[in-house]
């Protein structure tokens, strides 16, 4: 309780008022989009998985602030070390997350790549399709350090166990993208619309398994330590 009476706490519980009303907000978009979807009325199906998807984006975006926010989370972490140790638990927090939002995504995604197959591709479409494997892409950016926030803060995200940590992900998660491959490609044998399709689910299979390994990895080390 004496941390929420600090200037400090009283700035994580507004910003986790924010985060929380994100996420009901996230919730009603995300619901109201996939029952327009479903009732196929008011908007066109393109149109409600946009609403859909943004949604439930939102509503994942909200909760991982809410998380981060909370009292004992990361933001409330002082002391010395606390930057690092505030920062690696953000990185892992951020890759438990990313591989359900890149589910939600995947979803929507699917059907766009079915329509741009069957000359029915709407405006959003390409981009319908694009968003998951952007996601997948993501995800194997924050595990090898590529993303903005990994190489400005180099000096706290990057030390010897991260990069043990990476490498055994990373082997994880090449073995799955050989294996999705494959079978996209004996997919694509048989019929090549489904073979397309089945590419995004081997990426963000690939992507969600580098992702999950190094924070499940990571957490194992902190127990360890």
Not at 43 to 55: H, S, Y
Not at 204 to 222: K, M, N
Request: glycine content about 14%.
């Amino acid at each position: 309780m004496g941390d929420l009476m600090t200037g400090n706490g009283r700035v994580r519980r507004r910003k986790q008022g924010w985060a929380l009303g994100l996420c009901g907000l996230g919730l009603i978009m995300g619901l109201s989009g996939a029952g327009m979807a479903l009732a196929d009325r008011w908007v066109d199906e393109t149109t409600a998985g946009v609403i859909a998807g943004l949604g439930f984006g939102l509503f994942a975006l909200g909760g991982f602030i809410a998380w981060m926010q909370r009292v004992g989370g990361p933001e409330a972490m002082t002391g010395p070390g606390a930057t690092r140790e505030r920062m690696q638990a953000q990185r892992s927090v951020l890759l438990w997350t990313l591989p359900f939002v890149t589910t939600i995504f995947l979803f929507e995604g699917t059907r766009a790549v079915l329509a741009v197959h069957e000359g029915a591709a709407g405006p959003f479409d390409l981009l319908r399709a694009a968003v998951p494997v952007i996601y997948a892409w993501l995800a194997a950016a924050v595990v090898m350090g590529w993303d903005g926030n990994s190489r400005k803060n180099r000096k706290y995200l990057e030390d010897e166990l991260t990069r043990a940590l990476r490498a055994r992900a990373v082997v994880s998660a090449f073995a799955v993208l050989l294996a999705g491959g494959t079978i996209a490609f004996g997919l694509g044998l048989w019929r090549p619309e489904i073979g397309v399709a089945a590419i995004p689910f081997a990426l963000v299979a690939a992507g969600g398994t580098a992702s999950l390994r190094f924070a499940w990895l990571d957490r194992e080390a902190a127990r360890d330590g």
